[in-house]
Protein backbone atom coordinates (compact mmCIF):
# COMPACT_ATOMS: atom_id res chain seq x y z
CA UNK A 1 0.00 0.00 0.00
CA UNK A 2 0.81 3.49 -0.89
CA UNK A 3 2.16 5.83 1.54
CA UNK A 4 -1.20 8.23 1.84
CA UNK A 5 0.72 11.45 2.54
CA UNK A 6 2.93 10.88 -0.26
CA UNK A 7 4.18 13.97 -2.72
CA UNK A 8 2.12 12.80 -5.37
CA UNK A 9 -1.44 12.19 -3.17
CA UNK A 10 -0.34 15.69 -1.99
CA UNK A 11 -0.40 17.36 -5.48
CA UNK A 12 -3.34 15.13 -6.42
CA UNK A 13 -5.40 16.42 -2.88
CA UNK A 14 -4.58 19.84 -4.44
CA UNK A 15 -5.72 19.32 -8.43
CA UNK A 16 -8.82 17.30 -7.23
CA UNK A 17 -9.80 20.23 -4.97
CA UNK A 18 -9.14 22.46 -7.74
CA UNK A 19 -11.16 20.71 -10.07
CA UNK A 20 -14.38 20.05 -7.68
CA UNK A 21 -14.61 23.71 -6.43
CA UNK A 22 -14.61 24.25 -10.55
CA UNK A 23 -17.60 22.20 -10.84
CA UNK A 24 -19.19 23.49 -7.83
CA UNK A 25 -18.75 26.90 -8.34
CA UNK A 26 -20.11 26.16 -12.58
CA UNK A 27 -23.15 23.87 -10.95
CA UNK A 28 -23.98 27.21 -8.88
CA UNK A 29 -23.87 29.34 -11.59
CA UNK A 30 -26.08 27.52 -13.87
CA UNK A 31 -28.26 26.94 -10.88
CA UNK A 32 -28.34 30.81 -10.56
CA UNK A 33 -29.20 31.30 -14.39
CA UNK A 34 -32.18 29.12 -13.75
CA UNK A 35 -33.12 30.37 -11.14
CA UNK A 36 -33.13 34.08 -13.07
CA UNK A 37 -34.88 32.24 -16.15
CA UNK A 38 -38.09 31.08 -14.05
CA UNK A 39 -38.45 34.26 -12.19
CA UNK A 40 -36.58 33.34 -8.61
CA UNK A 41 -34.04 34.96 -6.84
CA UNK A 42 -30.84 33.66 -6.06
CA UNK A 43 -28.01 35.31 -3.71
CA UNK A 44 -24.81 33.90 -2.23
CA UNK A 45 -24.39 34.52 1.28
CA UNK A 46 -20.64 35.92 1.54
CA UNK A 47 -18.99 32.51 3.05
CA UNK A 48 -20.08 30.23 0.43
CA UNK A 49 -16.85 30.48 -1.93
CA UNK A 50 -14.88 29.99 1.21
CA UNK A 51 -17.45 26.92 2.45
CA UNK A 52 -17.60 25.75 -1.39
CA UNK A 53 -13.24 25.06 -1.70
CA UNK A 54 -13.47 23.71 2.14
CA UNK A 55 -16.15 21.33 1.09
CA UNK A 56 -13.89 20.56 -2.04
CA UNK A 57 -10.50 20.29 0.18
CA UNK A 58 -12.82 17.57 2.43
CA UNK A 59 -13.80 15.78 -0.62
CA UNK A 60 -10.33 15.46 -1.90
CA UNK A 61 -9.28 13.77 1.19
CA UNK A 62 -11.92 11.39 1.02
CA UNK A 63 -10.76 10.51 -2.73
CA UNK A 64 -7.10 10.28 -1.38
CA UNK A 65 -7.75 8.16 1.44
CA UNK A 66 -9.94 6.13 -0.75
CA UNK A 67 -8.18 5.80 -3.42
CA UNK A 68 -5.07 5.50 -1.55
CA UNK A 69 -4.22 2.17 -3.60
CA UNK A 70 -5.03 0.54 -7.23
CA UNK A 71 -7.56 -2.06 -6.83
CA UNK A 72 -7.20 -5.92 -7.76
CA UNK A 73 -10.14 -6.97 -9.64
CA UNK A 74 -12.63 -4.85 -11.81
CA UNK A 75 -15.23 -5.74 -8.82
CA UNK A 76 -12.76 -3.95 -6.18
CA UNK A 77 -12.78 -0.64 -8.71
CA UNK A 78 -16.43 -0.64 -9.34
CA UNK A 79 -17.21 -1.16 -5.17
CA UNK A 80 -14.97 1.57 -4.42
CA UNK A 81 -15.92 4.22 -6.87
CA UNK A 82 -19.60 3.54 -5.70
CA UNK A 83 -18.26 3.57 -1.71
CA UNK A 84 -16.86 6.90 -2.99
CA UNK A 85 -20.01 8.05 -4.35
CA UNK A 86 -22.19 7.43 -1.47
CA UNK A 87 -18.98 9.00 1.05
CA UNK A 88 -18.78 12.49 -0.98
CA UNK A 89 -22.78 12.34 -1.28
CA UNK A 90 -22.41 12.28 2.78
CA UNK A 91 -19.88 14.87 2.73
CA UNK A 92 -21.73 17.36 0.53
CA UNK A 93 -25.43 16.88 2.46
CA UNK A 94 -23.47 17.81 5.70
CA UNK A 95 -21.79 20.64 4.06
CA UNK A 96 -24.76 21.40 2.35
CA UNK A 97 -26.54 21.30 5.90
CA UNK A 98 -24.27 23.17 7.87
CA UNK A 99 -23.86 26.00 5.48
CA UNK A 100 -27.16 26.13 4.39
CA UNK A 101 -27.30 25.30 1.02
CA UNK A 102 -30.73 24.17 0.88
CA UNK A 103 -34.30 24.57 2.86
CA UNK A 104 -36.50 22.73 1.29
CA UNK A 105 -37.09 18.64 -0.37
CA UNK A 106 -36.68 20.47 -3.81
CA UNK A 107 -33.57 22.50 -2.69
CA UNK A 108 -31.94 19.30 -1.80
CA UNK A 109 -32.71 17.53 -4.92
CA UNK A 110 -31.40 20.46 -7.16
CA UNK A 111 -28.30 19.78 -4.85
CA UNK A 112 -27.93 16.40 -5.49
CA UNK A 113 -28.60 16.67 -8.77
CA UNK A 114 -25.53 19.44 -8.83
CA UNK A 115 -23.56 16.60 -7.15
CA UNK A 116 -24.04 14.05 -9.59
CA UNK A 117 -22.95 16.79 -12.51
CA UNK A 118 -20.17 17.43 -10.56
CA UNK A 119 -19.26 14.00 -9.72
CA UNK A 120 -18.96 13.45 -13.71
CA UNK A 121 -17.71 16.45 -14.28
CA UNK A 122 -14.58 15.84 -11.56
CA UNK A 123 -14.19 12.18 -13.34
CA UNK A 124 -14.31 13.23 -16.76
CA UNK A 125 -11.31 16.26 -15.88
CA UNK A 126 -9.15 13.02 -14.11
CA UNK A 127 -9.61 10.95 -17.19
CA UNK A 128 -8.23 14.05 -19.47
CA UNK A 129 -5.82 14.78 -16.86
CA UNK A 130 -4.39 11.09 -16.85
CA UNK A 131 -4.09 10.62 -20.15
CA UNK A 132 -2.56 13.80 -20.77
CA UNK A 133 -0.19 12.51 -17.99
CA UNK A 134 -0.09 8.79 -19.69
CA UNK A 135 0.91 10.77 -23.48
CA UNK A 136 3.79 13.02 -22.15
CA UNK A 137 5.07 10.13 -20.21
CA UNK A 138 4.86 7.88 -23.76
CA UNK A 139 6.41 10.48 -25.69
CA UNK A 140 9.26 11.01 -23.00
CA UNK A 141 10.23 7.60 -23.06
CA UNK A 142 9.55 7.71 -26.62
CA UNK A 143 11.97 10.62 -26.96
CA UNK A 144 15.10 8.33 -24.61
CA UNK A 145 14.90 5.42 -26.82
CA UNK A 146 15.44 7.29 -30.37
CA UNK A 147 18.49 9.01 -28.58
CA UNK A 148 19.83 5.47 -27.59
Given at each position: M??IL???R?????????V?????????G????????I????V???????A????AF????????????E???????I??M???FILL?????L??YV??W???????I??????CF??I????????I??K???E?????K?I????
Amino acid sequence: MKRILSLERIRVLFVETLVITTGMLFGIGVEGIIFRLIGKSFVLSWYQPMAIFLTAFVSSIVSVVVFADEPKTRGRAITRMALHFILLFLVISLAGYVFDWFSSVGMYIGMALIYCFVYIFSWVSNMYILKKDAQEINEALKDIRDDE
